[in-house]
C-alpha cells in the first residue's frame, strides 16, 4: 500500500481528522472515512486511534462489507456504519460518525432538527431522520452500530438524506467528498446550537424552504473556502 | 497599484479580517471591506481567501457597481452587498457581512433584537430591521445577494441604521471606520447573546434608549482601545 | 514613583488585568485598581490601555478625588468609581469594573441574581443591588460613570456588598486584595451563569444561605490557590 | 518514596489533573485522588496546588483515615471526600472532586440528573444521588467536606454509583481507575450539557436505559482511547 500513502484523499482525511477534533464535531470517539479514490468497493478509515491524533499512517483500507483489505490492522467497532452506507449510497465518498452534544440533544428529546441557517441548506427541508436503536434492536443494546446488520438499519433510515441523527448517540453525515463531509458536520452542530437558541427564547423559526435548501447547498459543492481556514487553524493555530 | 499595497486602510482590513475570524463573528465565509481611503468610489475587499487567512496580497479594489477596478482577480460572491451599500451610504466607510449565530438566531426566529448592553448602543433604540430576500425576491432564491439589484434592496432595508439582520442568514454592518466596524460587529454579537440569555431565562429586558444609545455611541467613536487589544490576541496570542 | 516600580500591588495589578482578560471577565474595555500600599488615600490604575494589555510602565497612581496623584497620565473616563469607592469603603483594597455578559444579563433583566455556587457565596444570601443610572442621572445619559458625583452614587448603592451589578452595562466587585477581587469576579459571573442555565431549565434553586455564604467566604480569604493556576495559564498557557 | 516518584499511577494522576484543569472540569479548585498500585490502604493527591498546576514532585500518599502517611505535606481541606470513599468501596481506584458548572446546576435546582447520552451511560439510569449538606449538618456549614464524618456521609449517599452531586457545590466521581475516572467526570459534564439543553428548548428527554447503560459502560472499560487524545491536547496543543 505504499502507493496509498501518497494519495490525496488519505491527505485530506487526515486533515479532516484534525479539523472535526479541533472544532468539537469529534472528540477522543467518533469517525470519519473516505471511499478509496481508485476502488469503489474500498474505504480509508483511521485504525482505533482518536480522531484527532490519526496521522497518514494510521489509515488503511477496508472493503464494504468492513473487512480489513489485505491487512491485519485494527479500527473502530462501529465501522459498519461506513461499509454499509458506501453500499447503499453510491453518491457518497465520505461519511462523518459523531457525538456532538448539539446533535444528540435533538436526536434524544423528540424536537424536530430542521435547517434554520443557510449554511445548513444542504440537510433539506423535512427533519432529519432519527434512528432509534430500540425499534430494531430492542431496549438492550449497547446503542453502537457493532454489525452489517445494525449498519445496514442506518442506512436505511438515512435513506437519501445528508445525515441521520442517533438517538442518545449521535449523528452520521455523508457527503460527496471529504472536505464537503466536513464542512457538513461543522454546518449541521452550527445549525442545530441555532434552533435550539431560538427555541430556547421563545422564537418563531422560519426554516430554509427545499428551494433554498438546493440553493445554499451549492455554496458547499466544495467546500473550499471553509476547509482552507479550517485547514489552517486546526494545524497552525490562528 | 503598488500604493495602495501601504496603505493604512488595507492594514486595518487585514487585521480586521483575522480579529473577526479570532472573535468568531467570521469563520471560512463572510466578508468585510473599506471604502479606498483616496477614492470614496472604490472599495477594498479580499479576493475569495477564507476571511481569517486574508493577507496584503489578497487585497483589491472594486468599483461601486461591484466590478474589478482594472484587474482581473477574484472577489466573494457576495461583493454586492458592499458596493451597494457604500453607493447609498456616504456616511459609511466599512461593511461587515457575517453569519455569527447569535445574529442568525434572531434574524430566523422572529424575536426583536434591541440594544440590552450599552457597548451596542450604537445599533439604535428600535429592533434591527430584517432583509427577508423572499419578500422582494421569492421563495425560489439561494439566499445570497447575488446582484446589484438585491445588493440595493439589502441597503433599502438597512436604511439609516449600523446593521441590518438578514433572515436564515446573517447580518451586514456597517460603521464610519474599519476598527469601528470590528467593534460594531464585535458588540452586536454579544448584545444578541445577552439578550438571548435574558430571554431564555424568563428575564423582562430593559433596553438602551435613544438617548443613551446616541451617548454609549460616543465610546466606539474611533473604537481603538478595544481594537488594540483584539488585534494583539489575534494576532500574537495572550 | 522608579519606587512604585516594583511593588508587589502593581505586580498583581498587572497580572490581574492579564488574567481578567484571559478569563472573559474584561475585554478591551473595563479596568481594575488597586490601593496604593504606602498610602491608603491612593490608588493604582492602569493608564487607558485595555487591560488585557497593561503591564507595569501603564501602571499610574491617583488619589481618592480621582485625580492624577502628581504625573500627566490619563486613565480610564470611568475612574469615579474607583476613587469613590475607595473613600466609602475603608475594607476595600481592590476594585474590578467589567462588562461579563453574565452580569450584564442579571442587571438588565430584572431577575434577581444569588448565589446558587458556594464559591460565589461570598456575594452573601441577598440578590445583589443593581444600579440603574436613570434612578438618579435620567433617561438621557450615556449609561457610564462620568463623575465623583456619580461615582458615589454607586457607591451608596454599592454599600457593604462585594459586588454591585450596574443595569445595561456591567458589575463593580470589590474585594481585600487584588488576588481576591479576581476570584470574586471570575466566580461571580461562573455562579451568574449557573443560575442563568438552573432558570431557563426550569429548575427550583436553592441558594446559599447567609451562614454558608460566610463560610464559603473563608475559601477566597486569600485566593491565593484560584490565583496561581488563573495566573499561570494567563502567562504562560496551559 | 523515590520508587513512588516512578509510579504509573502518580504519572497518570498528574496527566490527569492537567487533562481535567484543560477541559474545565477543574479549575483552581476540586482533585482527583488514586489508589496506591502497592497498597489499597493508601491514596496518592496532590498538595494543595490547584490541580492543573500538580507535577510528580506534588504527589504525596495519604491514608484512609485521611492522615499523611509518613509525610509532612499539606494537601486539600477537603481530603476527607477521598479517603472515605476509598474506604466504603474496595472496587473504586481514583475519586474526582470537581465543581464543574453543569453539574453544580443539577445539583443545586432539584432537576433529575440521568443519562441522555450513550458515553454517560455509566452513571446509570436512574437520577444522580444528590448530597444535601444541611440534611445531616445543618444550615451553618461552609458546605466543604471538613471531617471523616461529613466524608463518610457523602459515601453513604453516593452508596454504589459512579458520581453524587453535592448541592451547590458539585459532585463527586469515582472509577476504578484514574483514566476511566477523567473519561467519566468529561462525560457527566457534556450529558449535563446535553440534558440541561434540550429541557431548556422544551425537549422531551429519551433517558438512556439501565440495559443500554451496561452496555455503553463498556466503551469506557478502559477509556484509553479518550485518554490518549485528551493527554494529548492538554499537553501539547492541538
Not at 134 to 156: C, H, V, Y
Request: hydrophobic residues 40%; contains cysteine; positive net charge.
Amino acid at each position: 500500500m505504499p502507493k496509498a500513502r501518497t494519495s490525496s484523499v488519505i491527505a485530506d482525511l487526515v486533515t479532516a481528522n484534525r479539523i472535526l477534533a479541533h472544532q468539537g464535531v469529534l472528540d477522543g470517539y467518533g469517525h470519519i472515512s473516505a471511499r478509496c479514490e481508485d476502488d469503489p468497493n474500498r474505504y480509508y478509515i483511521g485504525d482505533a486511534s482518536p480522531p484527532g491524533n490519526v496521522r497518514t499512517k494510521n489509515v488503511f483500507r477496508w472493503d464494504l462489507n468492513n473487512d480489513p483489505a489485505g491487512h491485519r490492522h485494527r479500527t473502530y467497532g462501529e465501522r459498519f456504519i461506513h461499509g454499509q452506507i458506501y453500499q447503499a449510497r453510491p453518491d457518497v465518498h465520505a461519511v462523518v460518525h459523531c457525538h456532538a452534544p448539539e446533535l444528540v440533544m435533538f436526536g434524544a428529546s423528540g424536537i424536530p432538527l430542521r435547517p434554520i441557517y443557510h449554511m445548513a441548506g444542504f440537510q433539506g427541508e423535512d427533519p432529519l431522520p432519527v434512528f432509534e436503536i430500540r425499534d430494531l434492536f430492542g431496549p438492550e443494546t449497547d446503542m453502537l452500530i457493532r454489525s452489517n446488520e445494525q449498519g445496514a438499519a442506518l442506512a436505511r433510515t438515512l435513506g437519501d438524506r445528508a445525515a441521520v441523527l442517533m438517538r442518545g448517540h449521535g449523528a452520521t453525515i455523508v457527503a460527496r467528498s471529504v472536505k464537503q463531509a466536513v464542512l457538513f458536520a461543522v454546518y449541521a452542530v452550527i445549525n442545530a446550537r441555532i434552533l435550539g437558541q431560538a427555541l430556547m427564547a421563545g422564537g418563531s423559526p422560519v426554516f430554509i424552504n427545499a428551494a433554498e435548501g438546493r440553493g445554499t447547498a451549492k455554496v458547499l459543492a466544495d467546500g473550499e473556502r471553509g476547509w482552507q481556514y479550517l485547514a489552517r487553524i486546526a494545524t497552525q493555530g490562528t
